[in-house]
């Protein structure tokens, strides 16, 4: 079943970021150590990250693993913009870790995004946020160069709330 709204499927894990799309690369510290790390790990696997900023989190499974449906909900009420994705690719290793997920018909946008943590040698914590996007829509396009904009303000947050929720 490959019904995501893009061709280049898994690009932000394995390939140059494809053409045609506006880019996103931000890398945000989280902590230090071995217990940040796996707490940091969890959060973002189990959607707690995601719910935390806040935003409300429909998955079909409780972690996040290839094949798993996520709908993204930012708003409230009437105004709730609904995102829905589906996780493309998943990493579980000793000091990197992390999931992309890719776009779904009615996502506002079209493209993939990636949060991948590691644990560097000098013993600090990233979260890296990595997208490649476009507008789906017209409203998307109105919204311009504020798209941007909002992309990397919300990848910051990613950081924070995890910064947070792993002391």
């Not at 990493?91 to 009615?106: C, F, I, K, P, Q």
């Not at 941007?148 to 990848?155: F, L």
Request: glycine share 10%; aromatic share 8%.
């Amino acid at each position: 079943m490959n019904d995501f709204t893009y061709p280049e499927v898994g690009a932000t894990k394995d390939g140059p970021l494809p053409d045609g799309y506006s880019h996103l690369r931000v890398r945000v510290p989280v902590g230090e150590g071995a217990g940040v790390f796996r707490n940091a790990v969890d959060a973002l696997h189990e959607f707690w990250m995601h719910r935390a900023i806040p935003a409300r989190v429909n998955a079909t499974a409780p972690r996040a693993a290839a094949g798993v449906g996520v709908e993204i909900g930012l708003g409230v009420g009437p105004l709730r913009l609904k995102a829905p994705c589906r996780v493309v690719w998943t990493v579980d290793e000793e000091r990197r870790s992390g999931w992309a997920y890719g776009t779904l018909r009615g996502h506002p946008a079209v493209g993939e995004e990636a949060f991948l943590l590691e644990w560097d040698d000098e013993d600090v914590v990233w979260l890296a946020v990595t997208a490649f996007s476009r507008p789906a829509s017209r409203l998307g396009r109105a919204a311009g160069p504020l798209v941007p904009v909002m992309q990397r303000a919300y990848a910051r947050r990613c950081g924070a709330v995890l910064r947070r929720l792993t002391k």
